[in-house]
């Protein structure tokens, strides 16, 4: 006999509450679910509140499923897991620490719940304390399995917690004996296999934790992973211990990534916006927010909503439908979205009254975007490290958003920037988020910018351009393309401006002691300038407003150029770009050599945030955010 699609899914899911309950006395859990043996083992499942609309039941796994595990702390993330349409899966293996003979009734629970029970093929491991030996163990023989891996201050060394001498007997070894096959049992020895899988890490940490120390464990583990190639996101919050803390257990960033990892079963995951994305406005009061996804899920319509405050302080908790039809699995639609936040962003799939799938992104806002370009003093050169003190300054390099803190990804240096600084001071003025793109290079010449295949008769001091002849070099285009392809990234009109700062490695080369052949003239960088300007624009399609500052300074008896200060001037005198600050009068109390020190940085953000702000509100009304 053959089941229609609705009928099988009854058959799926209503005699599965059925067959667990008559397993075993009910374990008590902190939400509504059932328990079964497995190899005599107890083990639970809490059901989504709404089934699937088709294919399998993305899941968690949780660890440890000890007596009184999980806990009634557990019940707000786990709240957040059903309503998306997941379920909470565990099973009880005693002190295993991850041993073999653990594992094994871990790959019995899979089996049971995959091949019986209507389970998605890929779990989203989640480890508590020593439920991260656990999990990190079986999901390292089984990466194949594995959509992702979260944890809650997760042990990840058998060596730090509980110790060698501790662990040997759940490994029928003695301690020699296991400190010598470490490298087979121990989790973070064994990261290779989910790294080569491309299975996605988290973990939310204190950096107070004597019990199972943030260094030797999520710390160590997150250097490992990335050095593999793999991803890890780790949260630290300061002060906290291996304790109770709330912030750990109602985590909104670990039910994101949660969420966000059931689509590697076919359910939802939203590609735009990405966490800590900020969206240019395209007037003073709201822009467009591009929503993109993919879904197996079938849904009468898609709805949003935007948690958090505008620019004017309003909330709005309101779910709104979304204009947009499904194809290929595509979610695809754009909204007018108010200018602010951070807001969170939700999207949900309904059918009828039925909530079929729901996602989150943590951090999004509409406000203010700048390209940043030039050399060292544009980029992460600073002696000193700087921090967003709004917390409300992302940072884009092209494939990922992050929040602004030094060092900004996609500009090259590992020090300090102006950029928390002067995106701080934009937010603060227009009570918007603001979104920095740094693409900036250390010691680079106008002429190393200039589109591919431009050619100069002097090449420069640091050379990084081609020789095509006698005395003759051609661009090889790579930072220029850098340029383009952030322009690609935002789209037309994507972004406020591109903020310009560089110079010092082209005036006064020959009184800084390099070859005089080197050297080129005022007027020369000027018109180098000019095919920057006008190239980029034609690559963005759109007339991009570039600011340009002053920027000559290499020493105090060498603090300014005359002839280059005189050029950068004309730039602004016919129109090419607009005026930026002159950072030349940032002298020796600001500075350390020609970089800039951690009060040089907090000053120059601040003269950047005067210029392009009162530009902006020139715009008028309709613009300047009033």
């Known amino acids: 006999m053959k089941c229609s699609p609705n009928i099988l899914a009854v058959l ?99 089996d049971e719940l995959t091949k019986n029970r209507g389970f998605a093929p890929k779990a989203v491991m989640l480890g508590r304390s020593r439920g991260g030996l656990m999990t990190l163990s079986w999901a390292e023989d089984n990466a194949d399995k594995v959509a992702g891996f979260a944890g809650v201050y997760p042990v990840c060394s058998l060596v730090s917690y509980p110790g060698v001498d501790k662990a040997c007997g759940a490994y029928h070894l003695t301690a020699d004996e296991l400190s010598a096959h470490l490298a087979e049992h121990n989790p973070i020895d064994r990261l290779a296999a989910l790294a080569k899988a491309g299975v996605p890490l988290f973990a939310i940490h204190g950096d107070s934790d004597t019990t199972v120390p943030l260094e030797a464990n999520s710390g160590e583990m997150q250097k490992r992973y990335e050095a593999l190639g793999g991803k890890m996101q780790l949260i630290v919050p300061p002060g906290q211990g291996h304790n109770m803390w709330t912030g750990f257990f109602q985590c909104q960033e670990l039910v994101d990534f949660v969420l966000t990892r059931f689509a590697a079963n076919g359910t939802l995951t939203l590609t735009s916006p990405l966490d800590y ?52 699995g595509d979610i695809d639609f754009t909204v007018k979205a ?9 999207v949900r799939g309904v059918n009828a009254s039925r909530i079929v799938v729901e996602v989150g992104v943590a951090h999004v806002g509409v406000g203010e975007v700048f390209i940043v370009a030039g050399q060292s003093n544009a980029g992460n050169y600073g002696s000193e490290k700087q921090v967003t003190k709004t917390g409300r300054v992302g940072s884009f390099n092209g494939a990922q958003w992050a929040l602004a803190n030094d060092p900004q990804q996609g500009a090259g240096g590992a020090g300090g920037s102006f950029m928390p600084a002067f995106g701080d001071a934009v937010s603060e003025r ?10 900036a290079e250390g010691g680079t010449s106008v002429r190393q910018w200039l589109p591919k295949g431009e050619r100069v008769k002097r090449q420069p001091t640091t050379g990084g351009m081609n020789p095509v002849g006698d005395g003759e070099w051609e661009s090889t285009g790579d930072l220029f393309d850098r340029l383009v392809q ?27 002691g390099y070859p005089a052949d080197r050297q ?36 105090e008896t060498d603090a ?36 800039f020190n951690s009060r040089g940085m907090q000053r120059h953000g601040q003269m950047w945030a005067d210029k392009v702000g009162a530009w902006i509100e020139s715009l008028g009304p309709g613009f300047a955010g009033k």
């Not at 108010?338 to 939700?346: F, S």
């Open 560 to 595: 300014s150029d005359a002839e280059f200060r005189a050029a950068m001037k004309k730039l602004w005198d016919t129109g090419l770009s607009l005026e930026g600050p002159d950072t030349d009068m940032l002298r020796v109390e600001y500075r350390d050599g020609v970089h």
């Open 277 to 328: 994305q900020v969206i240019q406005r395209r007037t003073a009061t709201e822009g467009d927010l591009h929503i993109l996804g993919k879904t197996a899920c079938a849904a009468g319509k898609w709805q949003y909503r935007l948690l958090g405050k505008t620019m004017t302080g309003e909330e709005d908790e309101t779910w709104h439908d979304g204009a947009v039809s499904v194809e290929d």
């Open 12 to 110: 799926l899911f209503t005699p599965m509450v059925e067959l667990y309950a008559a397993d075993v006395p009910q374990k008590a859990l902190p939400l509504p679910g059932v328990t079964f043996l497995v190899q005599g083992h107890e083990a639970f499942v809490i059901l989504p509140q709404a089934k699937p609309a088709n294919g399998p039941i993305p899941w968690v796994w949780y660890a440890p499923t000890l007596p009184g595990l999980p806990g009634e702390e557990e019940k707000w993330m786990f709240e957040r897991f059903t309503r998306a349409g997941g379920a909470v899966a565990g099973i009880d293996v005693g002190e295993s620490f991850g041993s073999p003979d653990g594992r094994a009734l871990y790959s019995a629970l899979y």
């Open 486 to 512: 952030r322009f690609a990234a935002l789209g037309p009109g994507g972004f406020r401006a591109i903020l310009w700062h560089q110079g010092e490695s082209d005036a006064g080369q020959a009184r800084a």
């Open 430 to 439: 227009f009570q918007v988020p603001v979104g920095i793109v740094p693409v």
């Open 520 to 555: 080129i003239t005022g007027e020369q960088y000027f018109g180098y300038m000019g095919i920057l300007i006008r190239s980029s624009r034609e690559k963005a399609g759109w007339a991009a407003p570039w600011f340009t500052a002053q920027t000559t300074y290499h020493s």
């Open 338 to 346: 108010p200018a602010g936040g951070w807001y969170r962003l939700e």
